[in-house]
């Protein structure tokens, strides 16, 4: 009986496992994901696809997401996350690991804005926590891979002889953070490493 049970038991997990390989799940757990993120930031964030490659550890494909004139705040082809421990009910959610593999990155500030464009998601996500939804995220490393960033305030003219600290692009960059946290609209990390090119 016990043996009949184990076999039982090893059955379903290779049923479960086989299940969450598919492409329907993959795709209906993509899109319940998208709907969360679009929820909590009023936003219309895409995302192709989620695959799951076991319990605890997935990529996420083609991340976009843009501000509010359909331009692109963040463009990440593959997302790695390594899941520590999700507690919904509290709104606790830690991760071990998040690596983000050729992201690209753009904060501007259109002509006539006093401020960038990506603020809107913030603003949108702190109405959110104030009606009570109090939440902590942890990520123990976030790995940066040969990315790049752009910031440009178009307030701002091009300076062509100084450093252009208002219009500027970096290239290559490669980022390690450690232990970050976000706590009720706080940030906290550390920077270990992080090197890069400009243009």
């Known amino acids: 009986m016990i ?3 184990f076999e039982f038991s090893i059955i379903l997990i290779i049923l ?7 492409s329907f799940v993959q795709n209906s757990i993509s899109r319940e994901f998208t709907q969360f993120l679009n929820s909590e930031l009023s936003s219309k964030i895409e995302l192709k696809e989620v695959s799951l490659k076991s319990f605890k550890y997935f990529q996420l494909n083609e991340l976009f997401i843009p501000d509010q004139n359909g331009d692109t705040i963040l463009f990440v082809p593959k997302v790695f996350v390594d899941i520590g421990k999700i507690n919904w009910i509290k709104r606790e959610f830690h991760f071990n690991k998040l690596v983000l593999e050729d992201a690209q990155i753009n904060i501007q500030k259109n002509k006539g804005s006093k401020k960038y464009e990506f603020q809107y998601l913030l603003s949108s996500f702190e109405r959110n926590q104030r009606k009570g939804k109090k939440y902590e995220i942890k990520i ?3 790995n940066l891979v ?9 307030n701002e003219n091009i300076k062509y002889k100084y450093i252009d600290f208002q219009h500027f692009e970096s ?3 490669n980022l390690l953070l450690n232990n970050l946290l976000l706590n009720n609209n706080a940030i906290y990390s550390t920077i270990n490493d992080i090197n890069f090119e400009v243009d």
């Open 3 to 5: 043996f009949n049970l």
């Open 146 to 154: 040969e990315s790049s960033f752009s910031h440009q305030d178009f």
């Open 16 to 22: 479960f496992l086989f299940l969450i390989r598919s």
């Open 171 to 173: 290239f290559n960059i």
């Open 140 to 142: 123990d490393k976030i």
